[in-house]
């Protein structure tokens, strides 16, 4: 019977759910990829090593599923943080780069890279002065917070509860690209935006 902590862990991924069925209400072909990174995290948790060092999926090679899965859940950050004018060209840029750190197993590369990417990309829409929705930014930001720190701290720190901190992991991951991906404001948001600014302008001539 499969441990209770380890079902958690993979059933969390249902919340890739979120930004899939988001992506495909605004006709966005992304969300295909949001939502194999959630199927193939399930898989491979479900495949992952219990207490006795035993795996329960044993007919998938343990190492192509782990690297399937971390390599799916990097470009989604790379994705979902990236302007639209460059996505493509980024995700076909990145893909070598990002299997040649995964298979070499360089955590900190991996992370790191994440991270000045991410920054950089919030540099860009406030030098653009991009409008944007900021409670929904926020959020993104919050949660991709939460997640960095259960991801990168509190497994390290509690690893016999590993299962169970991943699992949140998971929830704040999805719900931070769910948030991300409404961070754009509209058209009919930027009208409603733009004609408050106008009548407060002539209100105040």
């Given at each position: 019977?499969?441990?209770?902590?380890?079902?958690?862990c993979?059933?969390?991924?249902?919340f890739c759910l979120f930004p899939?069925c988001?992506?495909?209400?605004?006709?966005?072909?992304?969300g295909?990829l949001?939502f194999?990174?959630g199927?193939t995290s399930?898989?491979?948790?479900l495949?992952h090593?219990?207490s006795y060092n035993k795996?329960?999926m044993?007919?998938?090679?343990?190492n192509?599923i782990?690297y399937?899965?971390?390599?799916l859940?990097?470009?989604?950050i790379y994705?979902v943080?990236?302007?639209?004018?460059i996505?493509?060209?980024?995700?076909?840029?990145?893909?070598?780069?990002?299997?040649?750190i995964?298979v070499s197993?360089?955590?900190y590369i991996?992370?790191?890279?994440?991270?000045i990417?991410?920054?950089l990309?919030?540099?860009y829409i406030?030098?653009k002065?991009?409008?944007i929705n900021k409670?929904?930014f926020?959020?993104a930001?919050t949660?991709?917070?939460?997640?960095?720190?259960?991801?990168?701290v509190?497994t390290?720190?509690?690893?016999?509860?590993?299962?169970w901190?991943h699992?949140?992991?998971h929830i704040?991951?999805?719900l931070?690209?769910y948030?991300?991906?409404?961070?754009?404001?509209?058209?009919?948001?930027?009208n409603?935006k733009?004609?408050?600014i106008f009548s407060?302008e002539n209100?105040?001539l």
């Amino acid at each position: 019977m499969i441990p209770l902590d380890v079902l958690w862990c993979s059933a969390t991924n249902i919340f890739c759910l979120f930004p899939t069925c988001l992506a495909f209400k605004k006709r966005l072909n992304e969300g295909v990829l949001y939502f194999l990174t959630g199927l193939t995290s399930f898989i491979y948790h479900l495949h992952h090593m219990d207490s006795y060092n035993k795996p329960y999926m044993t007919y998938l090679d343990y190492n192509a599923i782990r690297y399937t899965d971390l390599i799916l859940s990097d470009l989604c950050i790379y994705w979902v943080v990236t302007d639209h004018v460059i996505k493509q060209i980024l995700l076909f840029s990145i893909l070598p780069f990002e299997i040649f750190i995964v298979v070499s197993g360089y955590p900190y590369i991996r992370l790191s890279s994440e991270i000045i990417w991410i920054i950089l990309n919030i540099f860009y829409i406030f030098f653009k002065k991009i409008e944007i929705n900021k409670n929904k930014f926020y959020l993104a930001i919050t949660s991709s917070f939460i997640e960095v720190i259960f991801y990168e701290v509190l497994t390290s720190k509690y690893p016999e509860y590993y299962n169970w901190i991943h699992g949140v992991h998971h929830i704040f991951g999805f719900l931070s690209i769910y948030f991300y991906m409404q961070k754009d404001l509209t058209t009919e948001e930027l009208n409603k935006k733009h004609r408050r600014i106008f009548s407060f302008e002539n209100f105040i001539l």
